[in-house]
């Protein structure tokens, strides 16, 4: 049989090439490589499509989250509480800014325990971080009262939800400033490291363009300390593309995330969504007993399977600083014990989400 791809971006290529390519060989002949006409163009489309008023293009998410944090005045001593189950990026920019992260244990959803925030608030907290985790807004009203009760910022991580929606409104919406990510692999992707800033505020917005170019609002003339974390025109184009295909393409991931979940009910645990979320499934992540039990069965049979994230963050050797052991986020240790991420891309066919469901099932048992 064939082998089952992780992620498989040459089909999606395939099946938009004849878009590509024109956009990016256009680019090309114009020569307008750093900031060009293509990143406002995708910058003004990208908002609109997250309900918002301003998109700032940047380099990565990593820098799309630096910015953000820096943009809302996060600064030394600060204290950000943030998921320990998420990816390193959430919380790698608040170190360079002199601010501490403060982690706070998982829900049964995989998402930040506001109870658990609350309790962890400090005089120093300055912000909340929500992460939209494996394409699942997080609990957005919640924190929401939280920060307003504390008068706390209101930061969202919505790197792996384009196009996700919370009671209805868009992920990139429901904070007071929101980080995306266009890494190649994610449901919208650049072709190399891409990322956005979303939010209402003109001024913020304006600030977040003159940090991304140097600290320049005109060449040669630097108004603030800045950084080189600029979209590259090239990846803007590509995104512009791409984003016409979004929401189909995430229709498509629902569905087979609806097929696997039927498929694998009784053998190990599915994803639970909240009734308040519609998820965009920019991961599939199960949760089985014998997860490497299972991994290995799939890999006999020539299918991909990943981990988001087998080491927790309060377990990596470079936030040792922050003082964490074994045992101080137990629900977090548990996910990522237990956890295996299956194929997920809008091109997979239907006999392939069986194959993968069935080598699971014959396999998986479900955590106690």
């Not at 001593?77 to 390193?88: K, S």
């Not at 170019?213 to 791409?242: F, M, P």
Request: glycine share 8%; aromatic share 8%; proline share 5%.
């Amino acid at each position: 049989m064939s082998k089952i791809n992780f992620v498989d971006l040459k089909r999606q290529y395939e099946s938009i090439k004849h878009e590509i390519d024109p956009a990016v060989l256009g680019l090309i002949g114009s020569t307008a490589y750093i900031l060009g006409p293509d990143v406002a163009k995708f910058e003004s489309e990208f908002a609109a499509f997250c309900s918002m008023s301003h998109c700032v293009g940047v380099s990565s998410g990593t820098a799309a989250l630096a910015l953000a944090y820096e943009a809302v005045g996060i600064g030394p001593g600060d204290e950000v509480l943030a998921p320990a189950n998420t990816f390193i990026a959430t919380v790698l920019p608040l170190f360079r800014l002199g601010a501490k992260p403060v982690l706070v244990d998982c829900d049964d959803y995989g998402q930040i325990d506001v109870e658990r925030a609350a309790a962890a608030l400090t005089p120093q907290t300055k912000a909340i971080v929500g992460v939209d985790l494996f394409g699942h807004p997080c609990d957005a009203d919640a924190i929401r009262a939280l920060c307003d009760a504390h008068e706390l910022v209101f930061v969202e991580d919505a790197a792996q939800a384009h196009g996700a929606t919370y009671r209805g409104r868009p992920c990139g919406s429901l904070g007071d400033i929101a980080a995306f990510s266009f890494y190649p692999g994610k449901n919208l992707g650049a072709y190399g490291d891409a990322g956005g800033v979303v939010l209402n505020d003109a001024e913020l917005a304006d600030r977040i363009s003159v940090l991304r170019d140097l600290g320049q609002r005109r060449k040669y003339e630097h108004t603030v300390i800045g950084g080189n974390d600029r979209l590259d025109t090239l990846q803007a184009a590509v995104l512009r593309v791409k984003l016409r295909h979004l929401a189909d393409w995430n229709d498509r991931r629902r569905a087979h995330a609806a097929s696997y979940s039927e498929r694998l009910t009784g053998s190990v645990k599915p994803p639970t969504v909240a009734e308040w979320a519609d998820p965009v499934w920019h991961l599939y992540v199960i949760r089985a007993e014998n997860r490497d039990d299972v991994r290995d069965a799939l890999a006999a049979e020539d299918i991909a399977s990943g981990m988001h994230y087998p080491l927790p963050l309060h377990l990596q050797p470079a936030l040792a600083a922050l003082g964490y052991v074994e045992g101080d986020f137990p629900a977090t240790e548990e996910w990522a014990r237990t956890l295996l991420s299956l194929p997920m891309f809008a091109e997979l066919q239907p006999e392939e989400v069986e194959r993968v469901a069935d080598v699971v099932k014959g396999v998986g048992v479900a955590p106690a």
